[in-house]
T-cell receptor
C-alpha cells in the first residue's frame, strides 16, 4: 500500500523567512498531491495541489514542486507571516484509492 | 454553497452511551469520507462511501463503530457503546469523485469526549 512520509515534523522560522516541507510517497502510480493547512481547532483546508503531469505550481507565496522520479514533493512558503503558523498535511493518492495523508508538520512563524 | 455540515460540533458523553455523528456533504459530491483525528494517531480514514455505497471500511476500529449513508445528502457515524479511547475529533469530508482524483473538502468536525 501507499506510504507517505513527511519531514520535518516541526519547523520554526523567523517571520519573513522561507519554509520548506517535504513529503515522499511509495506508489509510483500516485498522480494527485494536495496540501492541506489546519489551524488550531479548525478543519484541514486545501491550500494548493499538483498533478503528476506538471513539475511545479505556484499561488502567490506558496508553491509546490514534484519530482516523480524520486517520488517526492515539497511545499514552499516564502515571506512567512504569523498567520502561516499551522499544521500542514501532504497527501498522495495511489491509483484507484483515496488519499493517504502524511503525519503533518507543525509550522511556527516567530515574530 | 454551505460546505460540508456536521453535527453536533461538540459532544460529551459517558462511557457506554451511544453516540451518533451526522454529516451533510456538499451537494453534487459523490464521495463521502469519515476521518478520526487524534494527537497520537493523526488523521485516520475510517470509512468512505461512493454514490451512497460503503466502499472501504477497513479503517473502522471495531464493531462498536458503524456508518450509514441512506441518501446522497446525509450520513451518520455511530459508536455503540462508546469508550474513553474514542475521544477524538471526527471529520466528515466530501469530494466530487472517489479514487483520490479530486480534492476532499472537510467539515468543521465533531469534537467527542467520552468520560
Amino acid at each position: 500500500g501507499e506510504n507517505v512520509e513527511q519531514h520535518p515534523s516541526t519547523l520554526s522560522v523567523q517571520e519573513g523567512d522561507s519554509a520548506v516541507i517535504k513529503c515522499t510517497y511509495s506508489d509510483s502510480a500516485s498522480n494527485y498531491f494536495p496540501w492541506y493547512k489546519q489551524e488550531l481547532g479548525k478543519r484541514p483546508q486545501l491550500i494548493i495541489d499538483i498533478r503528476s503531469n506538471v513539475g511545479e505550481k505556484k499561488d502567490q507565496r506558496i508553491a509546490v514542486t514534484l519530482n516523480k522520479t524520486a517520488k517526492h514533493f515539497s511545499l514552499h512558503i516564502t515571506e512567512t507571516q504569523p498567520e502561516d503558523s499551522a499544521v500542514y498535511f501532504c497527501a498522495a493518492n495511489p491509483y484507484g484509492q483515496n488519499f493517504v495523508f502524511g503525519p503533518g508538520t507543525r509550522l511556527s512563524v516567530l515574530p | 454553497d454551505a460546505g460540508v455540515i456536521q453535527s453536533p460540533r461538540h459532544e460529551v458523553t459517558e462511557m457506554g452511551q451511544e453516540v451518533t455523528l451526522r454529516c451533510k456533504p456538499i451537494s453534487g459530491h459523490n464521495s463521502l469520507f469519515w476521518y478520526r483525528q487524534t494527537m497520537m494517531r493523526g488523521l485516520e480514514l475510517l470509512i468512505y462511501f461512493n454514490n451512497n455505497v460503503p466502499i472501504d471500511d477497513s479503517g473502522m476500529p471495531e464493531d462498536r463503530f458503524s456508518a450509514k449513508m441512506p441518501n446522497a445528502s446525509f450520513s451518520t457515524l455511530k459508536i455503540q457503546p462508546s469508550e474513553p479511547r474514542d475521544s477524538a475529533v471526527y471529520f466528515c469530508a466530501s469530494s466530487p469523485q472517489a479514487g483520490g482524483l479530486e480534492t476532499q473538502y472537510f467539515g468543521p468536525g465533531t469534537r467527542l469526549l467520552v468520560l
